[in-house]
């Protein structure tokens, strides 16, 4: 069931994307390659997971590509020198989503004896690509300035 409601979602998004809010995609500041976050992922994926096996290696390479997926829109923002508040609020809550993550694997680490280091490694990379995101963010966007990066 959850899958189903995954996928629902992903589809709802991707019409939403390219339907109702396609004037707001800006193509001239959209360069980032994709390609080379795609292509070393998935080499990843299948050198370093758990059993390899096809369902281990798309959930690993999911994992992998989720820890740095957040690089087009930095990579925007940084080349455009700014951010809408409510793509900065988005940003946010998306690293400070995945920072929880930290606490739940200490929780787990300690009281269900469990670790999983490939999910442990992309979320700390994941992190620490969002570190200086969250220092513009608490800097500006909460004292109630707009987001502005040095272009």
């Not at 995945?98 to 004896?113: A, D, H, P, S, V």
């Not at 220092?135 to 109630?144: D, P, S």
Request: with cysteine; aromatic share 22%; hydrophobic share 50%.
């Amino acid at each position: 069931f959850v899958q189903i409601v995954y996928i629902a979602c992903s589809y709802a998004t991707a019409w939403l994307i390219y339907s109702k809010f396609k004037a707001t995609y800006d193509g001239n500041h959209d360069t980032f390659r994709v390609e080379f976050l795609v292509i070393p992922t998935a080499l990843l994926s299948f050198l370093v997971n758990h059993d390899f096996s096809p369902l281990e290696i798309l959930w690993t390479f999911s994992i992998y590509l989720e820890s740095v997926a957040i690089l087009p829109q930095l990579f925007m923002v940084s080349k455009t020198g700014e951010a809408e508040t409510i793509t900065s609020h988005y940003l946010f809550a998306l690293g400070l989503y995945r920072t929880l993550y930290l606490f739940n694997w200490i929780w787990r680490y300690y009281f269900e004896n469990f670790f999983d280091l490939i999910a442990i490694v992309a979320g700390i990379v994941q992190t620490i690509l969002y570190c200086d995101f969250f220092y513009l963010y608490i800097t500006k966007v909460l004292k109630g300035k707009k987001l502005s990066l040095p272009a």
